[in-house]
């Protein structure tokens, strides 16, 4: 006879339905041993179950501290991802945003004779030729 | 191959106040007024080698157009208190200004050297001293007041640049101004400044900031003048020599009649552009910005966006 002592610890359990529980139930009434594994499994459960529950003091338990633990793996990832968004948004901005006008030396000195012009001694006495521009 | 500079200013109408003494002034003023054509040789002898170029100078009615052989096709108006310069028709910058004062007042002592021949012509020669040191010998036409030489001297009392008349016709010219009085865009004069109010005996007279960003400031001793600009990008100065100046970087470009020196800073380009005699810019430059090295990150940062 083979006597289903996994099906008990499923009842006890309440893990048992259907036939299976029917099937367990028609064995435990013509089977003593079975039964009385049931009573004392039932007693060592209930025991365990009725016992206090302690709570060490914190002397005892110093590497219990909560510790923070920084998510190393997430956080290089975002920083990456961070990275990465930044060069790219600086790589678009600089496609798309016409370069810089390049500031001639020509420019800068039509400016000067320019304004010299207006100086109350301006005359051939402060004439200036302009640089070369080479074609 | 060389394009001809094509420069046309509107003398604006501004008393000689340079306060030369009122025989010079007097001259100063009547030259303003004159009409006439002439050529003129600028040569300068400079630490780079010797520049030199030839200007056609036409004059009439305070109108004032220069035609050079050194140049691009540049267009400058000066005149109702402001100046536009275009190129190819097109806007490259422009300015106002209220009442251009001299600057450097009575900075000069002026000593009369007595009357000469220029050119066949009756003239009077002045010398320009400045801290008692000769730098610059004028020769003015008697008749017209047209400054028909000009000598400006190092601080070793010998020629920097010579600007002379090899021509000078006093019928009054026809003037071709190509239509670039037609400029409207506002001028943008600049109020304030973090820059020294006097740099050496120069005076700031005004400074501007165009649409690029670019500023710059205006200063005169009366006689020499500078411009210092600040950039949002470095100058790009082809053919330049780079120079070393008390521990600072530069680089130095001369022309027939001015020179420029380019240099960074952590925060801008630097551009100093004038027509000083070699010491007096390097006194200028010790109370500049100095060089300063912006680094990479900020190299290409400005070569990207400015």
Same mark, same amino acid.
């Given at each position: 006879?083979?006597?289903p002592t996994?099906?008990?610890?499923?009842?006890?359990?309440?893990?048992?339905?259907?036939q299976?529980?029917?099937?367990?139930?028609?064995?435990?009434?013509?089977?003593?041993r079975?039964?009385?594994?049931?009573?004392?499994?039932?007693?060592?459960?209930?025991?365990?179950?009725?016992?206090?529950?302690?709570? @060490?003091?914190?002397?005892?338990?110093?590497e !219990?501290?909560?510790?923070?633990?920084? =998510?190393?793996?997430?956080?290089?990832?975002?920083?990456?991802?961070a990275? *990465?968004?930044?060069?790219?948004?600086?790589a678009?901005?600089?496609?798309?945003?016409?370069?810089?006008?390049?500031?001639?030396l020509?420019?800068?000195?039509?400016?000067?004779? *320019?304004?010299?012009?207006?100086?109350?001694?301006?005359?051939?006495?402060?004439?200036s030729?302009?640089?070369?521009?080479?074609? | 191959?060389?394009? $001809?500079?094509?420069?046309?200013a509107?003398?604006?109408?501004v008393?000689?106040?340079?306060?030369?003494?009122?025989?010079?002034?007097? $001259? $100063?003023?009547?030259?303003?007024?004159?009409?006439?054509?002439a050529?003129?040789?600028?040569?300068?002898? +400079?630490?780079?080698?010797?520049?030199? !170029?030839?200007?056609?100078?036409?004059?009439?009615?305070?109108? @004032? #157009? =220069?035609?050079?052989?050194?140049?691009?096709? %540049?267009?400058v108006?000066?005149?109702?208190g402001?100046?536009?310069?275009?190129?190819d028709?097109?806007?490259?910058? #422009? *300015?106002?200004?209220?009442?251009?004062?001299s600057?450097?007042?009575?900075?000069?002592?002026?000593?009369?050297?007595?009357?000469?021949?220029?050119?066949?012509?009756?003239?009077? !020669?002045?010398?320009?001293v400045?801290?008692?040191?000769?730098?610059?010998?004028?020769?003015?036409?008697?008749?017209?007041?047209? %400054?028909?030489?000009?000598?400006?001297?190092?601080?070793?009392?010998?020629?920097?640049?010579?600007?002379?008349?090899?021509?000078?016709?006093?019928?009054?010219?026809?003037?071709?101004k190509?239509?670039?009085?037609?400029?409207?865009?506002?001028?943008?004069?600049?109020?304030?400044?973090?820059l020294?109010?006097?740099?050496?005996?120069?005076?700031?007279?005004?400074?501007?900031?165009?649409?690029?960003?670019?500023r710059?400031?205006?200063y005169?001793?009366?006689?020499?003048?500078?411009?210092?600009?600040? +950039?949002?990008?470095?100058?790009a100065?082809?053919?330049?020599?780079?120079?070393?100046?008390?521990?600072?970087?530069?680089?130095?470009?001369?022309? *027939?009649?001015?020179? +420029?020196?380019?240099?960074?800073?952590?925060?801008?380009?630097?551009?100093?552009?004038?027509?000083?005699?070699?010491? @007096?810019?390097?006194?200028? =430059?010790?109370?500049?910005p100095?060089?300063?090295?912006?680094?990479?990150?900020?190299?290409w940062?400005?070569?990207?966006?400015?």
């Amino acid at each position: 006879m083979i006597h289903p002592t996994e099906q008990i610890s499923a009842y006890l359990d309440g893990e048992l339905h259907g036939q299976e529980l029917t099937r367990l139930m028609d064995h435990l009434s013509r089977c003593g041993r079975c039964s009385a594994d049931l009573e004392q499994m039932q007693f060592v459960r209930s025991a365990v179950r009725s016992l206090p529950v302690l709570e @060490l003091p914190e002397a005892l338990i110093p590497e !219990a501290e909560p510790v923070v633990v920084p =998510l190393r793996r997430h956080k290089g990832m975002w920083a990456g991802v961070a990275a *990465a968004a930044v060069v790219a948004a600086v790589a678009l901005a600089a496609i798309v945003t016409p370069p810089p006008d390049e500031i001639s030396l020509q420019q800068l000195n039509s400016m000067v004779g *320019a304004r010299s012009t207006l100086d109350p001694v301006f005359g051939p006495a402060k004439v200036s030729a302009f640089p070369v521009v080479e074609e | 191959m060389r394009r $001809l500079l094509s420069l046309v200013a509107v003398l604006v109408v501004v008393p000689a106040t340079a306060a030369f003494g009122a025989e010079l002034d007097e $001259l $100063l003023e009547r030259g303003h007024e004159a009409s006439y054509s002439a050529e003129q040789i600028i040569s300068c002898s +400079t630490p780079d080698g010797v520049r030199d !170029a030839l200007v056609r100078i036409d004059q009439v009615g305070g109108e @004032l #157009q =220069l035609t050079s052989n050194a140049t691009d096709d %540049v267009e400058v108006i000066a005149g109702d208190g402001g100046w536009t310069i275009t190129s190819d028709g097109g806007l490259v910058a #422009q *300015a106002s200004v209220d009442g251009a004062e001299s600057g450097g007042d009575e900075i000069y002592v002026v000593e009369e050297e007595g009357a000469v021949e220029y050119l066949g012509r009756v003239a009077m !020669a002045y010398l320009l001293v400045r801290d008692g040191e000769p730098r610059a010998e004028l020769t003015i036409d008697d008749e017209t007041g047209v %400054v028909v030489k000009a000598v400006t001297l190092t601080i070793d009392n010998e020629t920097y640049c010579e600007r002379r008349f090899v021509s000078l016709d006093t019928e009054a010219p026809v003037i071709d101004k190509n239509g670039v009085d037609g400029v409207d865009n506002p001028p943008t004069l600049v109020e304030t400044s973090s820059l020294p109010e006097e740099v050496s005996g120069f005076d700031l007279l005004d400074q501007y900031e165009d649409e690029s960003g670019v500023r710059f400031a205006y200063y005169s001793d009366g006689f020499f003048s500078f411009a210092l600009f600040e +950039t949002p990008t470095a100058v790009a100065v082809p053919d330049s020599t780079p120079v070393e100046f008390e521990s600072g970087n530069y680089r130095r470009v001369f022309t *027939a009649g001015q020179v +420029t020196y380019v240099w960074e800073t952590r925060d801008s380009g630097m551009a100093l552009v004038g027509d000083l005699p070699p010491d @007096l810019h390097e006194t200028v =430059l010790a109370e500049m910005p100095h060089p300063e090295d912006p680094g990479l990150f900020r190299r290409w940062w400005r070569a990207l966006f400015g």
